[in-house]
């Protein structure tokens, strides 16, 4: 057998199916679209579902990919065999109603003989027990020997999902590594559990559509999917038994046990935390690529548990400082040859990885601290098992690793209630069950447009026309399809041309009327359906519109201007931030509509007002500089070497549309845009905010927009200028004057205020009373807010000498209660806390505090003089006892 690289056998498999007709694609991102079904890309086939189930036309009715793919199972299983991995390449070649099982079995068996040269006396494959026709095209067409043909049962080898849809028998290639890697069973065959017979390649048949009631009805087209680990296919070509031997991976492992001073192979637990990070970095620089941010829900949850548990075990290590940023390089070198997004977001990925593992580093001590203080708990009582919640929250809500709390507990002699963490870890499960949503078979809710006809699609013809003659094919409510609709009536229209642009990649769709000889509807908003539909939502507004008429599509131009000025201008405001921030910056969502532009993007920290204004002074200086805006149509490769950007998670086609702003910004998108930067007019920052861990918010207005917001400015600067009796140019002196006058003011009447208190307070001390033999004063006072109170309330307690004192006072409708005692009172029984919280209720409040010192708020001023005497009430009470 000959040794092939990982990088080697992608590009023979992709060529193989190439030369058999097949469109080459690339892998699709790891991020679903369109797909509540899954957090992450798991399968070849799942980016595909739309193409087998009719619901899309596929490219080419013959397909083949490397597809990246997540399977995280149960994570913190990873590691402790050399088998099992997160990230992985699936081949795969796929039929959509073209060939079907001879010329599937007949290629995949040329692919392993022929390419790879694979010997046919240790290659086995299994059938579906019921599907006799499979067995014979391998036994009668391709010569494989009956004694090397296995029935299996439906378990093992009938491919469905769900009680209904698309299912189908599968047959699946092994190979035989020889006897040494068997189990010595002399009934060890193809389906055995141990290392032997290795199972490679998985062809399914989806022939069959399930019914509800069990039944499965024959697909008028079936399809072809098929399946082929590339880590594991890698491994058996090369010889090696574990995927982390394999050349591409084990470059990861090699600069794992360089950084951490350890040798591969000579330690059952060394060679763990070895194997969790070199799988787990793999997966989070392709997340990372991806646009997968780390969070604490759904596919940022799974990001985050991966690069912790990579940190967790690097400590075990003994690896010192933060190590991730080290490893990316080797990923992105061993990969970036087909992964191309890995090399273009690398300063984005390291950024990214480094922050998160900065922010564990201080985790890691928290969740130290708290588990010291559950220790402490546990053995002053004690106990030896430490409760299953708090273990989960400290795993959960500080991300602090289970692993390590158990491995601490059992140094102290305890230990963890295992079955209560297991229960919370369900609910945790559970809950990410739910994130994926209630879902069908595509991942996407049905709606009316699935019913129109598959080969319906939509042409954008509105880069250069914003008018254009179509027809009504399809006309429709939002749940029905309809022959007319009159006036008034809510309609969807779906025309084979339009100038229409739907809304996508941020940007809102377009507005403006679809006329008919009989009818005029007033569109609101252009959306894209399923199977490349655009369909423009609407409202009839004159007579009837019927399906099938003819008519003009026409874009309100000034809402488009609007729109193009908004996305130009987001274009220039990235390159600025890139600029400015950091090569890490990317942008994480847009929406740009007529009237204004958001955009979010990759940051870890707020701009400072310096930042903002570098970033809004570039932008402008591009919009005077008139820049002539270009776009053209080219592959994707061209356009990586005109150095455009691309966006994370988008479906790029073979051809892409490249917007160039005079070679200063240059990026892939499918927008509406401006024909010179000049065209924006102006434009202004109006906020910079975050909006999640790791993504930072700036919203902006340009052209109209911008003019009718400084409008708005000078507007209220008018306003304050008549306010302050001042001309515009001398606000700011006057203000300033204004302010020091205030001031001054402000001094004299707290200097009358602490005069009149003085004297309100030789009359109030009157009011001291003697209960049980200590000195009480109870009283209100006018007109206090809480810091003035509680300082007469040190006066009057240091003038009681021994004491208590509880004063209440109201101000702008919100009442105050403090309650102090000397050291002599709270030996008396006096307890201020107390004495606060049976007296704020009264007051509609709440509070308390310690003995000595208590205060509290309320609302309800006319019963602060019943909230004193419930302090009185409580005093006496408390000096009985």
Known sequence: ????????????????????????????????????????????????????????????????????????????????????????????????????????ISWAWEFVTKVLELPEDRLYVSVYEEDQPTAEIWHEKMGVPRDHIVFMGKEDNFWEVGVTGPCGPCSEIYFDRGPEFGCDSPTCAVGCDCDRYLEFWNLVFTQFDRQEDGTYLPLPKPNIDTGMGLERLAAMMQGVTSIFDVDTVKAIRDHVCELAGVEYGQSQKTDMSIRVITDHIRSATFMASDGVLPSNEGRGYVMRRLIRRAVRHGK?????????????????DNSKHEYTELEDKFDYIVKLLTVEEENFNKTIEQGLNILTTYIEELEAKGEKVLDGVACFKLYDTYGFPIDLTREILEEKGLAIDEEAFKDEMEKQKQRGRDARGETNYMGSDETVFHKLDTNLSTQFVGYHTLEVESTIDALTTETEIIEEAKEGMDVYIVSKATPFYAESGGQAGDVGTITTATGTVEVTNTTKAVGGKFVHHGKVVAGTVKQGETA?????????????RNHSATHLLQKALREVVGGHVEQAGSNVTKDRLRFDYTHFEALSAEQIERVEAIVNEKILSALDITTMETSIDEARKMGAMALFGEKYGEVVRVVDMGHYSVELCGGTHLINTAQIGTFKIVSESGVASGVRRIEAVTGRGAIHYYQEIEKELNEVAKLVKAKKDGITKKVEHLMAESKELQKENDKLKAEMAKAEAENIFDQVQEIAGLKVLVAALPNMDMNALRNMGDTFKDKLGEGVVVLASSQDEKVSLVAMATNDAVSAGIHCGNIIKASAPVVQGGGGGRPNMAQAGGKDASKMNEALQTATDIIKEQLKK
């Open 552 to 564: 003009t599509f026409k874009v309100n131009s000034v809402v488009r201007l609007d729109s193009a």
């Open 316 to 332: 075990l290590l003994g690896i010192e400082g933060l190590f991730l940023k080290e490893l990316v390089k080797t990923v992105v």
């Open 1 to 104: 057998m000959k040794n092939y690289g990982l990088n080697e056998l992608r590009e023979m498999y992709l060529s193989f199916f190439e030369s058999k007709g097949h469109l080459r694609k690339k892998s699709f991102p790891l991020v679903p679209q369109n797909d509540n079904s899954l957090l992450l890309i798991n399968a070849g086939m799942a980016p595909l579902k739309p193409y087998f189930t009719g619901q899309e036309v596929p490219p080419k009715t013959r397909m083949t990919t490397c597809q990246k793919c997540i399977r995280t199972g149960d994570i913190e299983n990873i590691g402790k065999t050399a088998r099992h991995g997160t990230f992985f390449g699936m081949l795969g070649n796929f039929s959509f109603g073209d060939y079907f099982k001879e010329e599937a």
